[in-house]
Every structure is written in structure tokens, then in C-alpha cells.
């Protein structure tokens, strides 16, 4: 029987309602006309007023619209505007034309749900096993971060399965597509993860930018007979990929006064002027403020809850209390919650590179304190939440200001 996946496409185009127009008053429709002319000339003008009537300090900037789908529903970019040779307006103008484009690219790059024109991306390697394609840098140097971290980008049937359940409005509707409570779905997961272990899978990082996904013919055979198009996939992790992405466009044009964060807990600070302050949150049945932190940039850290928010849920909750996580096992393909909540800070490396380095243990719930700590090093400082507590296992570069 073949396997149905439910749709989660990123973009979906909405119905066209066609309405006839009357003809019967034109005089009618003349003064509507002129008044719609009218209410576009106020907004227009108020636009360009926000456009030049710029405050120097700090403002939060978004992408432009204009430039097509994007990544940056994900992210908070604020900027400090005015502290240069520039007016606000010109800054501000020039900043969110780099960060437009960048999240743009972000985009066409890292999504699994649509083909992009003009550009090799996540969606293109998925369709065409066995080829050779060669791929933007960005997208290049996150795969062979990945892949050294252990086999989490073969995980995209995985995910495919779990974003049934995050994506759930009721329990019901939760139980269906659960691998812990419906037996069809924890068969179909068992054996993906069977293909993996045994190496039926496996991208191929060549010279040149070049990369080619190899499947063995009984996992291509098994992905046809259950609609497996979704090889591939960063996952929950791929924020931490992109924010470094978009901190590199930031500083390759010549920014540092910025902080970028996303929704989900991924931070990348680029000043290195003064102290920032990071609200810590837990997550022990409901999320609450565990503490306060602070720390100085320039910086990458990590503000990691199991079922982190926002646009795109990674995480489920029962009307019992029971929680579905985010952080998904690479042995079993099922979600573990070693802590509720896990902070870090580095003054070297993106937040891929931070990420990485702790993935292993995230998703083992039987992680030593002293595994934790020897990933944390001399360079990092590292913070798990537990039964209502924040432990330090890492050196103690940031500090704590207040414990709820």
C-alpha cells in the first residue's frame, strides 16, 4: 500500500476567484476608480515617507517583498542605523537591499518544496539521484558540515513523517501520523532507517563545487512505492546554516552593527561594541523565561527549546501533556528530549559550527554531563536546563543576570 505524505508545500498558490464586473453605472465606477487612485497616493506617500524619515539607532529591519519568496519570515534582523558615514535612509535603504537578496537566495537554495529556476538547490539534487550537479558555495560548505556531524541530511523521509505530526491542529489528527502511536508509521520509519544504517544512501561531495546523491535500487525502489521525493533535507536544523549565510552577505558588504536571531533560536551578533542581553527560555510542559544571560559580541549562539515556535512548527504537544520534540535520534528516527532547553555561546564559528558540535548529544537522552562538557571545550559556554534548573558545562563566558 502505498504511502500518502501530506502536502506542506512553503508556497501555495490560492484560488482565482473570477467576479463579473457591472457595466450598468460607469459613473459609479468612475468615482471608485478615483477613489482607489486616491487611497493608493496616501499610501504611497506615507511609504515613502517611512522610507526617508529614518531615526539613527537601533531599528529592525525586514526584507523586500518585492524580491520573491523568502527566508525571512524566519529571522529578526536589527541594525544600528546612523553610526556611519551615512544618512539612516541611505543605510537602512542600502541594508535591506543585502539582506533581501541574500534571504532570497537562502530560499532557492535550502528548499525541499519547490524547484527554483537558474539555481541547484536542495529541490534539484532530490530529483535527479545519480547525477552529477554542481552548487552555490553556501550550500556546499553546510553539506560538508552536516555530513561530518553524522547522517542527519539523510533524514528528509524522516522529517517528511514527523512534519505530519508538528504540523497537527488536534490529537487526533497527531495520533494518525505519530510513529509512537500508529504502527504503520513506525514500520515505514523503521525500515528508512534500516536503508540508512546499511549506506543505501549517500551524497557524494566532489572537487569543484560538485555533489552527487547516490541511492541504492531498493531504496529508489521502496521511495517510488511510497512517494519519497524528500531525500535530502536540513531539517530543523537548517536555520542555523542560513543565519550564518545571511551574516556573511552582512559582513561581506561591510556591516557589524547588527544582531540576527531567528525564531527558533538561532543568534548571530556581528558588534563588537558593547554587552547584549539573551532571555533563556525552558521548556518543562509550557516554555518560560529560565534566566537571564548576558554576553558580548561579535558572537554565535544557540537558544535551543525540543519544540522551538514560530512560522514553522517542530514540535508537538498533547492534550495530555505529552510533548513531541524537534531533536530527532539519527539511530531510530524518533524524537529524544535529553533537556529542556539548551543554551550555548562561541566567539569563533557560526552557529552551524555550534550546532554540529552538539548534535550528537541532543538527540542521545542518555548523554553524559561529562560528554556535554567535553563538547563544550575551552571556547564555549554551555547551559541545559533540567527539572527547573540551568546547569553550566562549558566555560563560563557568558554571564548569568537573573534566575527566575
Known amino acids: 500500500m502505498k504511502r500518502e505524505a501530506r502536502d506542506f508545500r512553503e508556497t501555495a498558490p490560492k484560488p482565482v476567484k473570477r467576479i463579473a464586473l457591472d457595466d450598468s453605472n460607469p459613473r459609479r465606477r468612475l468615482l471608485a476608480i478615483i477613489l482607489a487612485l486616491a487611497v493608493a497616493a496616501g499610501a504611497f506617500f506615507f511609504a515613502f515617507r517611512g522610507l526617508t524619515n529614518v531615526e539613527p539607532g537601533w531599528a529592525t529591519l ?60 536542495l529541490w534539484y539534487i532530490n530529483h535527479h539521484p545519480g547525477e552529477e550537479v554542481q552548487v552555490d558555495g553556501r550550500l556546499y560548505r553546510s553539506m560538508q558540515k552536516s555530513l561530518a556531524s553524522g547522517n542527519w541530511l539523510y533524514l528528509g523521509p524522516v522529517y517528511e513523517t514527523w512534519d505530519s505530526v508538528w504540523f497537527s491542529r488536534e490529537d487526533r489528527e497527531a495520533e494518525a501520523a505519530d510513529p509512537r502511536k500508529n504502527g504503520e508509521q513506525a514500520d515505514f520509519l523503521a525500515q528508512v532507517m534500516k536503508y540508512i544504517r546499511a549506506g543505501d544512501i549517500r551524497l557524494e561531495l566532489r572537487e569543484g563545487r560538485k555533489v552527487c546523491l547516490h541511492l541504492s535500487d531498493a531504496y529508489r525502489a521502496f521511495g517510488q512505492e ?35 536571531s531567528s525564531t527558533d533560536g538561532f543568534i548571530r551578533c556581528l558588534d563588537d561594541r558593547g554587552t547584549f542581553t539573551l532571555n533563556v527560555l525552558a521548556d518543562a510542559g509550557e516554555v518560560k523565561q529560565a534566566a537571564q544571560m548576558e554576553y558580548r559580541g561579535p558572537a554565535s549562539l544557540l537558544m535551543l527549546l525540543p519544540s522551538p515556535g514560530g512560522s514553522r512548527p517542530y514540535g508537538y504537544r498533547y492534550r495530555d501533556g505529552t510533548g513531541r520534540t524537534a531533536w530527532i535520534s539519527p539511530e531510530n528516527g524518533l524524537d529524544v528530549k535529553p533537556a529542556d532547553g539548551m ?14 558540535r552538539f548534535l550528537p548529544l541532543l538527540t542521545r537522552p542518555d548523554a553524559t554531563d561529562r560528554e556535554w562538557s567535553a563538547a563544550a571545550g575551552d571556547d564555549t559556554a554551555l547551559w541545559l536546563a533540567r527539572e527547573g534548573k540551568l546547569i553550566s558545562l562549558g566555560n563560563k563566558k557568558m554571564t548569568l543576570v537573573s534566575a527566575e
Open 226 to 260: 511510497n512517494g519519497i521525493t524528500r531525500w535530502i533535507d536540513f531539517g530543523w536544523q537548517k536555520n542555523a546554516f542560513i543565519i550564518d549565510d545571511l551574516a556573511e552577505a552582512l559582513e561581506t558588504a561591510g556591516w557589524s552593527r547588527a544582531v540576527i
Open 62 to 121: 525586514e526584507a523586500d517583498g518585492g524580491v520573491g519568496m523568502n527566508v525571512s519570515g524566519d529571522f529578526r534582523l536589527q541594525a544600528e542605523l546612523g553610526a556611519g558615514k551615512e544618512t539612516p535612509p541611505a543605510e537602512r535603504r542600502k541594508l535591506t537591499a543585502v539582506y533581501s537578496k541574500a534571504a532570497r537566495e537562502a530560499y532557492t537554495l535550502y528548499t525541499t518544496q519547490e524547484n527554483t529556476a537558474d539555481v541547484t538547490g
Open 343 to 356: 543554551t550555548a555561546y562561541a566567539e569563533e564559528g557560526g552557529c552551524a559550527d555550534l550546532l554540529c
